[in-house]
């Protein structure tokens, strides 16, 4: 499995086995966790056999998480950019699980924080958590916009490359599936994204521009 079969193979998944995560996959993680770290200035944490986030949670009940034991952690420096690279490096860590057979879900209120569990230095916000660990099911599809929601540029008359990266957009996860964002292919191949309102809007962006990414190619286009 490659990286556009673990998109259209990744849903979101609430409900987990006991099974825990193994410690090879624990040490791939955690290494993909330090990588992260290390490009974004993220202060990302993979957290395991913590089962409290969760379990003690009065929304994560109302949201259906059952088994929940393992996760990350998406923390990092009060900044206006924070939420959207949050959002980028949190999917790589989504799919990064997906092509080790993991299943994930992107949570923004439906937990408990931990206070004694995760390490939140001074001037650090949590953004969200990531369920991850062995899904007692591999999710549903949800109902995706058109192309030509998502694009001020014709998507029937853009470049392949355009077409590719708004398709793989489109099925990346959101917040509360609302899709609301926009792409903008402008002379010289450079391609602009911005966030609609909403609910995580920011963090969807980065979500979104990853996906765009995989599917059209980094050295097709830049962002601007």
Excluded at 7 to 26: P, Q
Excluded at 62 to 67: E, M
Excluded at 172 to 186: C, M
């Amino acid at each position: 499995m490659d990286l556009i079969e673990a998109i259209k193979a990744r849903h979101s998944v609430r409900h987990y086995t006991i099974v825990a995560i193994d410690s090879e996959r624990t040490e791939k993680l955690q290494k993909l966790v330090d990588e992260c770290n290390e490009q974004s200035g993220l202060h990302i944490q993979l957290i395991t056999n913590e089962p409290r986030s969760f379990g003690e949670s009065i929304l994560a009940r109302y949201g259906k998480f059952t088994n929940v034991t393992s996760y990350f952690a998406m923390i990092g420096k009060k900044s206006d950019t924070l939420d959207e690279t949050v959002g980028y490096y949190g999917e790589k860590l989504v799919l990064a699980a997906q092509l080790m057979g993991l299943n994930t879900c992107w949570v923004g209120l439906s937990y408990k924080k931990i206070g004694s569990v995760l390490d939140i230095d001074e001037g650090e916000k949590l953004v969200c958590l990531i369920s991850v660990g062995v899904g007692a099911t591999q999710g549903v599809d949800h109902k995706r916009k058109s192309p030509d929601k998502v694009s001020e540029t014709d998507v029937k008359t853009a470049p392949q490359w355009y077409k590719q990266g708004v398709a793989c957009a489109l099925l990346a996860p959101t917040a509360i599936n609302q899709q609301k964002f926009k792409f903008t292919l402008h002379e010289g191949n450079k391609v602009s994204a911005k966030a609609g309102f909403g609910f995580y809007s920011k963090v969807d962006l980065g979500i979104v521009k990853y996906h765009f990414e995989i599917g059209a190619g980094k050295e097709n286009f830049q962002w601007i």
